[in-house]
């Protein structure tokens, strides 16, 4: 048994196979995976094996596009033999929302260059001539759609891996991992201990166990599936070729053939079953739990009632088997929280057509610093602490049992919440308040009547509830609880040189606010904050809830032995937001701070009092009104609250919600960190180059910036007015002119102040100039867009500055 590698990955599935084929490729040696038994013993060997493109999420979808075509280079090697059918895929729509949804999604698959078409019924039943059409609405054809053989094509990644000199030994289980005085992993097995540089956690259903080894408690549930095989079909048997795979999600199963029979998999909507909640059984490989049929019978007959063959044959085989679900259904890939050089690379539902992008995307991390794609989405960090045992419980079954469900832009799924709140949660509840998750945070959305939350890709029904919430902070003022903000105070007498090193924009002076931003070693933007500087060697910085740990561990990978401390306040203070034309006078109502311009500017900040409380007072605001941003400490955020409404009375203050700020916002061009910044785009793509400072010598990422900078870039942020209709563009919405891709919509939605309909977008330079005229796809329909200045109210900033 070897005693040292640089990387070992732990796991032996699709997933930690393609990691290791791609460090291989990467041209890394010196790489080990150990499997605890045979190779894809855990969720890989017994998955139906089904490859979509579909996805409602970007990075999903080019994940699963990159899967597909690496598949289909092995599969094209007669030396491998991977069995591989390319089919195609019907997916029903029995409701126009359902249409909407395969609208969106073509649109953002044409982006990336695959061809999804929205077909009727009739040109459905063509391609599938078994359909039956009753209540159908239209179909989404996936032409690279279909199956392969899970096992087949992990061996042959394997073969190829040991062909480039990685390793892999089988039967070889991890008991134990600790971190060497070295600062090297050693990984304890029956054989010995391994001494690493990295580790890539590839556990599949056993990711957990593995974490726990060095400390973490990672979101991971094991879901009962099930999936059943017909006896041979006469029709079948008599047809040539192969039928596209069938998927209804409206009845929640798929559907493919499986040589001449068919096999159903569905997904209950109800009595979703998940195991092991007492913990994973030692010796669980290559096993499977007797089958449930009693659960899908309400499936299989809506399957036999859609195509009819289903049913007149018998069932030759049931396969009932364990698959992994973290609360959001999606993997966990990327470092891990606190540690370096262990990543995760794991808890995928759909592992096969996953793994093989997942691998790269690990690699990349791992090799080149980040990875080449965007995929914050995907970040093991994004659980920042909220998902307890119960939380992922409960959401996992949620998720199971809505699999299939429309996936609208702005629902808010009800299940284990709330889970963080306020100390105004109840109140603001009684107020008629709705809320929406961030980060485990509730905030509120919007005010109003719960009949008004029914969600859409068109014009939601809270659309003029949020119009008036608009107005009222326009006109008079308005109040926002904004708790989970990520809030990281930095000290010590090396603070400014510590963060200068990790920025890449100037700081700004004691009592003064800027915002500020963090590069990847490529020099794309990793994190965005709001710094404060409270004095000449304290800073409070501030950044999005879901960036708790994303962002403290872009600060703490880089702090030296000494001179700086890192503290994680996020707990400790919520946030009121007080902003529009009157929030002046209710300040003055409220505090002894001088509130005139001289003495309290735009982008500074203050210490003082309400009443009993202490409270960091921010002159700004999001909204792009005259505001405040009141950090108050979470035990004196009812005082605080109750003054300011009190105090407001006199000048129309009313509460408002995230979907009126985001409207706002919008109109202001404020970019949106993980829609409108991701690390595709440099600051200067951004048009945040005044944010940029290149005299700062070695922040991490300017010399790769600079380069970047010196080659010319391809595109640049624009905002864009469209043509108004009945719902406004999604995000990664293409921005076309003719029939050219010229760009696409990073967020968007529609400004209540200015009544137009907006998307901020990255287009091509060629593109960009104010006044030229593109279209821009919603649900399959071209608008009419004009690119526009920004921003597009208030372009002096008057109001902000008042």
Not at 128 to 141: C, I, S, V
Not at 163 to 175: K, L, Q, S
Not at 546 to 569: E, M, N, R, Y
């Amino acid at each position: 048994m070897r005693s040292q590698a640089r990387v070992v990955v732990v796991g032996g599935g699709i997933a930690g196979v393609s990691t290791l084929w791609h460090l291989a490729r990467a041209g890394w040696q010196d790489l080990l995976l150990l499997e605890k038994s045979e190779l894809t013993s855990g969720s890989t060997w017994h998955a139906a094996g089904n490859t979509p493109t579909f996805s409602g999420s970007w990075p999903v979808m080019r994940m699963q596009a990159y899967s597909l075509e690496m598949y289909r280079r092995l599969a094209a090697d007669p030396a491998h033999g991977v069995t591989y059918h390319v089919t195609g895929s019907l997916r029903l729509a029995q409701s126009r929302d359902r249409l909407d949804e395969f609208r969106h999604v073509t649109g953002m698959a044409r982006a990336q260059g695959l061809e999804f078409q929205v077909l009727s019924p009739a040109e459905a039943k063509e391609l599938y001539p078994f359909l039956e059409l009753h209540g159908l609405t239209g179909a989404l054809l996936d032409p690279l759609d279909g199956d392969i053989d899970p096992s087949m094509v992990t061996q042959a990644l394997a073969t190829e891996a040991r062909a480039a000199g990685a390793e892999i030994r089988r039967n070889c289980p991890v008991t134990a991992i600790t971190r060497g005085n070295n600062g090297y992993w050693q990984l304890t097995t029956p054989d010995g201990v391994i001494e690493a540089e990295h580790v890539v956690n590839a556990a599949g259903y056993r990711a957990a166990e593995l974490g726990a080894m060095v400390g973490l408690d990672l979101p991971v549930v094991t879901m009962e599936h099930q999936y059943l095989v017909t006896e041979a079909i006469p029709e079948l048997e008599e047809r040539p070729g192969l039928l596209p795979l069938l998927r209804d999600p409206d009845d929640s199963y798929y559907l493919r053939q499986e040589r001449k029979g068919l096999l159903l998999g569905p997904y209950e909507k109800e009595n979703a079953k998940a195991a092991w909640l007492d913990g994973l059984p030692e010796d669980f490989a290559n096993q499977l739990w007797n089958d449930d049929l009693e659960r899908l019978e309400k499936y299989i007959e809506l399957a036999c009632a859609r195509v009819p063959i289903l049913g007149s044959v018998g069932v030759r085989r049931v396969v009932n088997g364990p698959i992994p679900y973290t609360p959001d259904g999606l993997p966990l890939l990327g470092p891990a929280h606190g540690l370096t050089n262990f990543w995760h690379c794991a808890a995928f539902s759909f592992g096969i057509c996953q793994g093989g992008g997942a691998g790269k995307i690990i690699a990349d991390w791992i090799t080149q610093g980040e990875p080449e794609w965007d995929v914050l989405s995907l970040d093991s960090r994004r659980f920042t602490g909220f998902a307890t045992r119960s939380y992922t419980l409960a959401k996992a079954l949620e998720l199971y049992e809505n699999e299939y469900e429309i996936g609208y832009p702005t629902r808010e799924w009800p299940a284990h919440r709330p889970m963080k709140t306020s100390p105004l949660y109840d109140l603001l509840k009684t107020e008629g308040a709705r809320f929406g998750a961030r980060g485990g945070w509730e905030r509120p959305t919007f005010f109003g009547p719960a009949s008004a939350e029914t969600p859409s890709f068109r014009r939601p029904g809270w659309h003029g509830l949020v119009g008036e919430e608009v107005r009222a902070v326009h006109e008079r003022a308005g109040l926002l609880d904004l708790p989970g903000f990520t809030k990281l105070e930095v000290s010590g007498p090396q603070a400014a040189a510590f963060l200068d090193l990790v920025l890449c924009s100037r700081l700004p002076k004691p009592g003064r606010v800027s915002l500020a931003y963090a590069l990847t070693p490529q020099g794309g933007i990793r994190s965005e904050f709001t710094v404060a500087r409270l004095a000449e060697d304290r800073f409070y910085l501030c950044s999005a809830s879901s960036a708790q740990h994303h962002d403290f561990d872009t600060l703490a990978w880089h702090l030296p032995a000494d001179g700086v401390a890192i503290i994680d306040v996020t707990a400790r203070f919520d946030t009121l937001v007080l902003t529009g034309p009157r929030s002046r006078e209710i300040m003055a109502a409220l505090t002894d701070l001088p509130l005139d311009n001289a003495a309290f500017p735009w982008m500074a900040v203050r210490t003082g009092t309400i009443g009993s409380a202490p409270v960091r007072a921010m002159r700004l605001s999001y909204a792009g009104e005259l505001g405040y941003e009141l950090h108050v400490p979470m035990e004196h955020v009812r005082e605080v609250y109750g003054r300011v409404m009190a105090a407001g009375q006199a000048f129309g203050l009313r509460h408002f919600g995230i979907y009126a700020l985001e409207s706002m916002r919008l109109e202001k061009c404020y970019r949106s960190w993980g829609a409108d910044l991701v690390i595709e785009y440099t600051p200067f793509e951004a048009g945040l180059d005044r944010f940029v400072d290149l005299t700062k010598p070695g922040f991490m990422g300017r010399e790769r910036l600079i380069a970047r900078k010196e080659a010319g870039f391809r595109d640049c942020f624009v905002p864009l007015l469209l043509e108004d209709g009945d719902g406004d563009a999604v995000a990664v919405a293409r921005v076309l002119d003719g029939e050219q891709q010229v760009g696409l919509v990073g967020s968007a939605g529609f400004g209540h102040r200015i009544g137009r309909s907006i998307a901020l977008a990255y287009v091509t330079r060629s593109h960009a100039l104010p006044g030229t005229r593109l279209e821009v796809e919603v649900l399959g329909e071209r608008r009419a867009a004009v690119v526009a200045s920004e921003p597009l109210f208030d372009p002096e900033n008057l109001r902000l500055r008042g």
